[in-house]
């Protein structure tokens, strides 16, 4: 079952701009987490924000959690080049919290 | 250096040939999972397991088996290979203890079965 659903599939920016991604999910979680994935490579974890956290920032990167909407953004400011990759949002439900459930992703293009 | 290594990293292979994929971790980590990506589907949960002796599955176990003997070591089995298996898979690690937290990732294996 995918529990995520990004938004947008994908998006091109200019290097310097702000990027954001949203994710929404379906039922009650444990925690949200953000991964990056450069073509097809392994993935790398960048925030994981718990249920009863509102907002986590990490250098660059800020996420939000509105748990009411079921909601997340991520939040890339002044882009590089290198932040050039897909996005996923991943879901640990409660009551099952060894599954983890990804979202399909948003492709994000940083234009020199 | 902190890594979790899968072998092997490509492998072409004939429907019905029983084929393992391995996954080993050097953290000590006490949560490992598999994971499958397919374009359009995303990262699809295969198995997980939470401790030595203890696996659970994911979301798309049908044609896996996996073990976990050792805490360090979980394989993927695929007894009898289908097309439909074609896939990249990745093995992830966590050292979160009863819940599935921050993964580190295996660099994929690229399977092809004809």
């Known amino acids: 079952s995918q529990q995520g659903e990004e938004d947008p599939q994908a998006l091109s920016i200019q290097e310097g701009e702000n990027a954001t991604m949203n994710c929404s999910y379906k039922?009650?979680?444990?925690?949200l987490q953000w991964y990056r994935q450069n073509s097809g490579r392994g993935l790398v974890h960048l925030i994981l924000?718990?249920?009863?956290?509102r907002e986590k920032h990490s250098g660059r990167l800020r996420v939000t959690l509105d748990t009411s909407k079921k909601s997340s953004s991520l939040l890339i400011t002044a882009s590089r080049a290198a932040d050039t990759a897909s996005y996923f949002c991943?879901?640990?439900?409660?009551?099952?919290?060894?599954?983890?459930?990804f979202g399909q992703g948003t492709t994000l293009q940083v234009k020199p | 250096e902190a890594q979790v290594t899968q072998n092997p990293r490509y492998l072409i292979t004939v429907t019905g040939k029983k084929l393992t994929v391995t996954c080993s971790q050097n953290?000590?980590?006490?949560?490992m999972s598999w994971y499958r990506q397919d374009p359009g589907l995303g990262l699809r949960q295969i198995y997980y397991?939470?401790?030595?002796?203890?696996?659970d599955k994911g979301d798309v176990p049908e044609g896996y088996k996996v073990s976990r003997k050792e805490k360090r070591n979980f394989p993927l089995i695929l007894e009898s290979p289908s097309p439909n298996q074609t896939s990249l898979y990745f093995c992830?690690?966590?050292?979160?203890?009863?819940?599935?937290?921050?993964?580190?990732f295996g660099p994929g294996t690229r399977l092809t079965v004809t």
């Open positions: 992830a690690s966590s050292a979160f203890a009863g819940t599935a937290g921050e993964q580190y």
């Open positions: 039922t009650s979680i444990n925690n």
């Open positions: 924000i718990r249920s009863n956290e």
């Open positions: 991943a879901t640990v439900p409660i009551g099952n919290t060894g599954k983890l459930i």
């Open positions: 953290m000590n980590h006490e949560y």
């Open positions: 397991s939470m401790n030595v002796e203890v696996t």
